[in-house]
């Protein structure tokens, strides 16, 4: 039986967190949902408190939805 990996699965949830500006484009994880909001990076916010409040928001959004779909 092939190994299935936990996130293929829907049993686990990766989101990267883009901190800093950076060429993204080409890199493997890019087809994840990315935060905050349209990857724009953390300290390219003009108020990076905004950007860590999305990110909150990104997450709790993911773990409400995986929550709901897990007692389904």
Do not use: Y
Request: aromatic share 6%.
């Amino acid at each position: 039986m092939p190994r299935t990996l936990k996130h293929e699965n829907g049993e686990a949830c990766v989101i990267p967190i883009i901190l800093c500006p950076t060429d993204l484009k080409n890199l493997p994880f890019m087809s994840l949902q990315t935060l905050p909001t349209n990857a724009i990076a953390v300290t390219a916010w003009n108020d990076r408190d905004d950007a860590f409040f999305d990110v909150e928001q990104g997450i709790r959004t993911v773990v409400e939805k995986m929550t709901k779909d897990s007692d389904v």
